[in-house]
């Protein structure tokens, strides 16, 4: 099993900057942790949850949404077994709840329906 825990959420002015985090615990993720790739999804009221940024754990290959492209930047870090959203010049359609997510397996993936392992999720609101 793996457990996720995200933080970093809050309230933000749009043009600033947020930074979340999502710690990966769990016998199989310590043991297996270069066989996952991890995701940040986004959930607005009304919408369906939707991709925002991907990693693979062991080449840190990263793939970005259209809409965050060059404003957000995933990153991980091996020794905390935690993944970081770098999120600057935040935009009131940013607003949502952001997800952190783990599938076992090297390849990256857009799709929610791919991930096997979901947190429970920190509410980020940009205000105009």
């Known amino acids: 099993q793996v457990q996720l825990v995200e933080s970093g959420g809050g309230l933000v002015q749009a043009g600033g900057s947020l930074r979340l985090s999502c710690a990966a615990s769990g016998r199989t993720f310590s043991s297996y942790a270069f066989s996952y790739a991890m995701g940040w999804f986004r959930q607005a009221p009304g919408k369906e949850r939707e991709s925002v940024a991907v990693i693979n754990w062991s080449a840190g290959s990263t793939g970005y949404a259209d809409s965050v492209k060059g404003r957000f930047t995933i990153s991980r870090d091996n020794a905390k077994n935690t993944v970081y959203l770098q999120m600057n010049s935040l935009k009131p359609e940013d607003t949502a709840v952001y997800y952190c997510?783990?599938?076992?397996?090297?390849?990256?993936?857009?799709?929610?329906?791919?991930?096997?392992?979901w947190g429970q999720g920190t509410q980020v609101t940009v205000s105009s």
């Open positions: 997510a783990a599938r076992r397996s090297y390849g990256l993936a857009y799709d929610p329906r791919s991930y096997d392992y």
